[in-house]
Structures are given as structure tokens and as C-alpha cells.
């Protein structure tokens, strides 16, 4: 198995997420723009329901993300293939918490029409870059890696097989 002559140590740190972190914030700031010149289309009156859901969802994202940090170290510092944990459920927890979770958060709180799709829209970007990741840990770990992705989801949870 070969990983640290063709993974590089940011590869294995980061993946794609700072590109993802960039491509997701010029979203919510194109969204956030296009609130602003379209006057502000208000999902509630009173927002503070929303800001309060929206502040739940960012703190369990940063559970969530606690979580997936502490159970990747296997791959980190082991060179294994993290099937366990949040792993188990999806092929790509920290991102699907930050597509699910924190990006939901954050679109509540700013109480709008326009930014509430930015989940989606992030869904999307995220389900485009992880492919680099996933052609990375297929050379990684070939046939182990295909039969664990073959039953987990890539960003959702796979209830079926």
C-alpha cells in the first residue's frame, strides 16, 4: 500500500477543503449580494426562531467536526482507512457537516430567501472536488477503498445498498 510517496502531507491534511472553504464563501457572498440588492426577502418577521436553530445547527457542526477530526487521525498518523466513526455513515464527514450543518446555520441566521439555497449549492460544488480525494485514496488503498465506497455515501448518508 502505497500512501506517503503519492499523497502529499497537505493532501492528507487539508484534501480539497481550503478550496472548498474559498468556493463556499464567494457562494455565501454572492448570495449574501444578491439579498442586498433584491432588499432583503425575509423568511420570518421575527428571526430570532431562525437565529436560534442556526446557532444550534453551527454548534453541533463543530461536534460533528470535533468528532471526524479525532477518528481521521487513523489515516493521519496510521496510514489506515478511517471506516469508523462519522467515516462509517459517510465517505466525507467534514465536508458533509460543513455542506449540512454549518452552511444551514448560516443561511438561517441571515433570516433570507436567497441565501437558504447555499447548502444546496455547496452540495454540489463539494460533490465535484471530493472526486480528486476519492481518486487519491483509491490509489491509496485500491480495492478496500472501492468496497467501503461501494456502501457508504459520499456526502449523505446511503440508506440502501
Known amino acids: 500500500m502505497s500512501t506517503e510517496r503519492d499523497i502529499s502531507k497537505y493532501q ?42 442556526g446557532l444550534i445547527l453551527i454548534g453541533l457542526w463543530i461536534c460533528w467536526h470535533i468528532w471526524c477530526l479525532k477518528t481521521i487521525r487513523r489515516w493521519w498518523f496510521e496510514d489506515r482507512l478511517c471506516t469508523t466513526g462519522p467515516y462509517r455513515l459517510v465517505r466525507h464527514p467534514i465536508y458533509a457537516g460543513g455542506v449540512w450543518l454549518s452552511s444551514l446555520g448560516v443561511a ?33 488503498f485500491g480495492e478496500e477503498y472501492q468496497r467501503y465506497a461501494a456502501h457508504t455515501g459520499r456526502l449523505f448518508p446511503r440508506f440502501y445498498q
Open 12 to 53: 492528507k491534511l487539508f484534501g480539497v477543503g481550503p478550496l472548498g472553504v474559498i468556493i463556499s464563501l464567494a457562494l455565501l457572498g454572492l448570495l449574501w449580494l444578491l439579498d442586498r440588492i433584491f432588499h432583503h426577502m425575509e423568511i420570518l418577521r421575527q428571526p430570532r426562531p431562525l437565529r436560534a436553530i
Open 108 to 140: 438561517l441566521m441571515f433570516n433570507s430567501w436567497i441565501i437558504l439555497p447555499l447548502p444546496i449549492f455547496m452540495y454540489l460544488v463539494f460533490s465535484l472536488l471530493v472526486r480528486k480525494e476519492e481518486s487519491m485514496m483509491t490509489t491509496a
